[in-house]
Every structure is written in C-alpha cells, then in structure tokens.
C-alpha cells in the first residue's frame, strides 16, 4: 500500500547521509546509503496516515499499538525521546536486511570490521542477501567460519529515522514490543567499540522492557503474558544448551592452540570440531521433547553450527547476568537502571 506524502521531513536525512557517503566513498558505503536514503524518503509519517479516513483499520490499530509501546518506552523504561518509529514503510520483505558474521574456525576470536565513528564490530548488513552472500563467501576463502542471517531492525542511533516495516504488522505483541525497545535502547546507549556491552545492554533490555510492558497494558493473568513465561523457560534452556556446546568446543581449541604443529594438525581438530558438534546436535534432537516445551528451537538440530554462529549468542547473551545483578541493585526499576549505565 502506498500512500502520498511530503519530502520535508526527510530533507536532512538525505543531506547528512549524503554528506556522510562523500566523506566515505566506497561502494559498500555508497551501495548501502542508496536504500536507506530511499526508505527515509519513501517511508509514510505515521501521524499523517492516522489522519486518513481510508486507512485500513489493520493497519491502524498497529501504528496506534507502535505509539502506545513508544510511549511506554520513553515514559516507564526511561528511553530516549527520537523519531524512530514515527514513519511507515512497505517495502515487499518480510525482513530488512542481511547481516554477515565469521569467526576463526578453531577458537572463538570475532572477525571485526572497522566503521568510522562506530569503530570496530564483529557483523557487517546488506539490504540484499547476494551482497551478504558474496561477502560471505569471501571470509570463507580466508578458512572463516561465517554465519548470514535475516534482521528485523537495525538502529541508527537516533541520526536517522528508523522507519516502521509492514511485515512487523504480523507480529505478536511481545515480539514487536521486544524489537522496538532492543532498538530504541541502541539509541539512548551506545558504548564505542564495545559491542558485547551494547548487545547485550539491548538484549537484557528488550526482554525486560516487553515483558513490564505486556504486565502493564494486557495483566499477570492474560494468555499474552503467559505466553512470555513459556517462551523465556525455553529461551533460557536454549541458551544454557549454546553455551555447553561453547565450553566443550573450547576445550578442543585450548588443545589445537597447545598443539606443537598447529598448522599441520588443522585437519585433525576441525574433524575432531564436527564430530563434537554432529554428538552435541543429535544428543539435543532425542531429549528435545522431554526438555522443551515447544518446537521453537528444534530446528538447531539440523543447523550447519559453526563458531559463527555460536559466537553470536557470546555478543548477545554473554553478560546477561551482571546486567541481571545491576537491575535488581536499581530496585527492578528500569530507569534508575539505565540512568545508572
């Protein structure tokens, strides 16, 4: 559905990106800048279509539910104030752009790319996925494992716009409510060159925050938020399963780094790599049904694990239990906890 709408809002996004694309030329900076000075300039203000007669009423009742997490965000949680969210965009996808991760393939040490002013980060996006694909393969010729992957969202940090995308109009409430307030806490907190810091920060965060907020607007007692407590049981299973498979990965990689011909034993220990995993994996697929209660993770029986792909749960979940400890110091209360990182 397209709608029409005024350029003005957009004016200084597009200058300031443009100024930014100049400033850093290359193709990766110039390729990446096009679609999203597209999105800034094609994407709806949300106020105006609220205003229309003709809006549909599902699409309606999605930018009034948006607002009402927004509000929540910023008046309950303590987030920044910004624009993100305030516009409305259909771009025919179901997600919004494609992320490259890699890793070396016998220890856990994150492949980083430097950005100016970001610093360095351990993913690289791309709105198409043979752009991911391409430098995808590329880290793999260097013997990196490597891990692509569909995002929902990405923040800018409050420099541009984020918009609002159609396909977000299916999801559940939880889910949406835990993507806008994982983003918008990118955006009221952002440690340079400390990713895990940041990632997990948003993580912890976006978990916390949907849950307070479903408590808050639908009660203790409703199917959404129990629907929380069955999903987070699992989550936290899954995650402990992760961080198993990790530690006795590690143990191989202490050895291959002990190793006296390290080079000449490559072979043996990814061998050795794939049999711990392909155990790790089958062990998970025969208990499944007896330790989870849902299909939501069965799937990672059947994955392609590589250390890309476990090094991603380290960034995402590594710290979650000291910013646990810091919440409960802020007495539960989610703003004194962020005033207070």
């Known amino acids: 559905m397209m709608f029409k709408k005024s350029?003005?809002?957009?004016?200084?996004?597009?200058?300031?990106?443009?100024?930014?694309?100049?400033?850093?030329?290359?193709?990766?900076?110039?390729?990446?800048?096009?679609?999203?000075?597209?999105?800034?300039?094609?994407?709806?203000?949300?106020?105006?279509?609220?205003?229309?007669?003709?809006?549909?009423?599902?699409?309606?009742?999605?930018?009034?539910?948006?607002?009402?997490?927004?509000?929540?965000?910023r008046e309950e949680l303590g987030l920044k104030e910004n624009?993100?969210?305030?516009?409305?965009?259909?771009?025919?996808?179901?997600?919004?752009?494609?992320?490259?991760?890699?890793?070396d393939p016998l220890s856990f040490q994150t492949y980083m790319?430097?950005?100016?002013?970001?610093?360095?980060?351990?993913?690289?996006?791309?709105?198409?996925?043979?752009?991911?694909?391409?430098?995808?393969?590329?880290l793999e010729e260097r013997g990196l494992d490597v891990w692509i992957?569909?995002?929902?969202?990405?923040?800018?940090?409050?420099i541009f716009k984020d918009p609002l995308y159609k396909y977000m109009q299916d999801y559940p409430v939880h889910r949406l409510a835990n993507l806008l307030i994982h983003e918008q806490t990118h955006a009221t907190v952002w440690r340079k060159e400390d990713i895990s810091f940041n990632e997990d920060?948003?993580?912890?965060?976006?978990?916390?925050?949907?849950?307070?907020?479903?408590?808050?607007?639908?009660?203790?007692?409703?199917?959404?938020?129990?629907?929380?407590a069955k999903g987070e049981d699992d989550y936290k299973l899954f995650v402990e399963d992760i961080f198993t498979l990790r530690d006795d990965l590690s143990l191989l990689y202490e050895e291959a780094e002990q190793s006296v011909e390290p080079e000449a034993d490559t072979e043996g220990f990814l061998e050795r790599k794939g049999e711990i995993i392909a155990v790790f994996q089958e062990k998970f697929r025969s208990s499944y049904e007896n330790r989870y209660s849902s299909d939501r993770f069965l799937g990672f029986a059947?994955?392609?694990?590589?250390?890309?792909?476990?090094?991603?749960?380290?960034?995402?979940?590594?710290?979650?239990?000291?910013?646990?400890?810091?919440?409960?110091?802020?007495?539960?209360?989610?703003?004194?906890?962020?005033?207070?990182?």
């Open 7 to 73: 350029w003005r809002g957009t004016f200084f996004s597009v200058i300031l990106l443009s100024f930014f694309c100049m400033l850093f030329s290359g193709c990766y900076y110039m390729k990446q800048g096009r679609y999203l000075v597209s999105h800034q300039v094609k994407a709806d203000a949300v106020g105006k279509l609220l205003q229309r007669e003709d809006l549909p009423s599902d699409v309606r009742e999605f930018l009034l539910l948006v607002e009402d997490i927004r509000k929540f965000s």
């Open 83 to 103: 624009k993100n969210y305030t516009t409305f965009l259909d771009t025919g996808k179901d997600v919004l752009a494609y992320v490259v991760s890699a890793c």
């Open 113 to 138: 790319w430097k950005y100016p002013f970001l610093g360095k980060m351990p993913y690289k996006g791309y709105y198409e996925p043979q752009d991911a694909r391409r430098e995808g393969g590329r």
């Open 149 to 158: 992957r569909g995002v929902e969202g990405f923040s800018t940090l409050g």
């Open 201 to 228: 920060l948003a993580s912890f965060v976006g978990d916390e925050g949907a849950r307070l907020y479903i408590l808050s607007r639908y009660g203790e007692d409703s199917d959404e938020f129990k629907a929380i």
């Open 302 to 341: 059947d994955l392609p694990i590589n250390n890309a792909y476990l090094d991603l749960y380290q960034i995402y979940e590594g710290n979650r239990a000291w910013f646990e400890e810091k919440y409960e110091e802020a007495g539960g209360d989610m703003k004194v906890f962020l005033a207070s990182l």
